[in-house]
């Protein structure tokens, strides 16, 4: 277990093209999005908090913390923020709701590299694309981050790393880890999802 960081599901969104249902709920197989999301990461941190205003929506998962955002309408940043004011870590281990196959190998080599290379955030880089929403954000950065959200700035977690010393960890391109940063984003992908988990 790793004790220095806590997991962090954000598990918000307006999921307009969802008809309001909300993304992590989705059922793939028997199982919620955010229920294979736990199962992945729930050996891995002792720690684990979902960020969400709908709170009610997720009250079966008595072992998480269960929060909202501070700030509303801030998208992503939002959610780490509150995050990050109750977590009692050093840093925040984030991932969006909505990707189901998450590959616990890879979580462990970014904790691997932030515990031997400190920085503000710490983000995997596969091919040309980066992936915000799987990334490691040291605690410290809150009053920073408090900061950013009460003045009136581009809110794109993009633009705020230009804040922060954010190092880019480079996975393989390959298949299998592509496969591993796979979100929903429309209905029309979760018959891809269910191909890749090997669902006929």
């Not at 989705?26 to 709908?54: L, P, Q, W």
């Not at 072992?63 to 309408?73: A, E, L, P, V």
């Not at 990334?135 to 230009?162: P, Q, V």
């Amino acid at each position: 277990m790793i004790n220095n960081i806590s997991g962090v599901i954000l598990a918000g969104g307006a999921n307009k093209r969802f008809n309001g249902i909300t993304k992590a709920k989705i059922v793939i197989d028997g199982k919620t999005i955010i229920s294979r999301i736990i199962e992945t990461i729930g050996d891995i941190f002792d720690d684990i908090i979902i960020v969400t205003n709908t709170p009610d929506e997720f009250k079966e998962f008595n072992s998480c913390k269960i929060i909202r955002d501070h700030f509303m309408n801030k998208g992503p940043l939002g959610g780490i923020h509150s995050a990050m004011k109750i977590s009692a870590r050093e840093a925040l281990f984030v991932v969006a709701g909505d990707m189901p196959l998450l590959d616990r190998s890879i979580i462990i080599k970014q904790l691997d590299y932030y515990n031997n290379n400190k920085c503000d955030i710490l983000i995997p880089l596969i091919g040309n694309f980066i992936e915000p929403l799987h990334g490691i954000y040291k605690n410290t950065m809150i009053g920073l981050l408090e900061d950013y959200l009460t003045a009136d700035n581009n809110y794109a977690l993009r633009e705020f790393f230009k804040k922060a010393d954010v190092h880019y960890l480079q996975i393989e391109e390959s298949e299998k880890n592509k496969k591993a940063f796979t979100n929903i984003n429309s209905p029309d992908d979760i018959p891809r999802i269910a191909k890749l988990l090997g669902i006929e």
